[in-house]
């Protein structure tokens, strides 16, 4: 009897149906990501060290601290542990995952479509993380007083990690670049540069970051609404 290659069948089922919605496997891994620039949604089917299946973890990385790994800044877990018994069985099963991958990463471009939603949509349980990243997001779209507060905040945070201090440190060395408002956006720009370079990702045009994308007489943008009514379409 042929040994079933559960991996393999996973990443086949997921890369077809995930690629014609922007969402590109990472190398060869079980990883998936949709990438935004300033910003990258991970979809991680997590694999168990003691059965064969999945978890499936999604959220969003917001790529404002240089490291060579990928984090879930907002969201995580999605399902359970989803046990392979067959091949027909995880097909189904993987094609229902990639179902609810599509819907549920089309929520989180909604909820970070520009700077001003995705602060909004972080804004709650400000750990020294959520201060750093919303105090980056201030201020690019000029609240620097509102930076500075959330920045200082990190910097006085007790440390006791070395990543601890490192996101001091660089939270230092933003609130210096507050002080030069005209040069601000660009040094968070290359910022994320280095930070993407560290992930392997690809080169990115940074020159829309600062626009609004969300109006009053516009809450979900054009290409959102023809987006949802190709996916229900039928």
């Known amino acids: 009897m042929i040994k ?11 890369k077809e149906r995930l690629k014609p919605f922007g969402i590109i496997q990472y190398g060869q891994s079980r990883t998936f990501l949709f990438d935004k620039g300033w910003f990258t949604v991970i979809i991680e089917f997590q694999p168990s060290s003691w059965s064969k299946g999945t978890y499936l973890n999604i959220g969003v990385d917001l790529n404002f601290y240089p490291r ?16 392979f018994k067959d091949e027909e069985q995880f097909s189904e099963l993987i094609n229902k995952l990639c179902n609810l991958v599509i819907v549920r990463v089309r929520e989180l471009d909604r909820e970070f479509i520009d700077l001003w939603v995705a602060k909004k949509t972080l804004n709650k349980d400000l750990d020294a993380w959520r201060k750093y990243e919303i105090g980056i ?70 020159n829309n970051l600062t626009e609004r994308k969300i109006t009053a007489n516009n809450t979900v943008p054009q290409a959102g609404r023809n987006w949802w009514k190709y996916l229900f379409r039928n």
Do not use: M
């Open 137 to 206: 997001l201030k201020g690019l779209i000029n609240d620097y007083n509102g930076a500075q507060k959330l920045l200082n905040a990190v910097i006085n945070e007790k440390c006791e990690h070395n990543y601890e201090f490192k996101r001091q440190q660089i939270a230092s060395e933003i609130l210096e670049w507050l002080d030069n408002e005209q040069a601000f956006e660009n040094k968070v720009k290359e910022l994320i540069e280095k930070t993407r370079q560290l992930k392997k990702l690809p080169i990115v045009d940074l």
């Open 68 to 83: 060579d790994y990928f984090a879930f800044s907002y969201g995580y877990r999605e399902t359970g542990f989803n046990e």
């Open 4 to 14: 079933s290659d559960h991996n393999r069948l996973l990443k086949k089922i997921a």
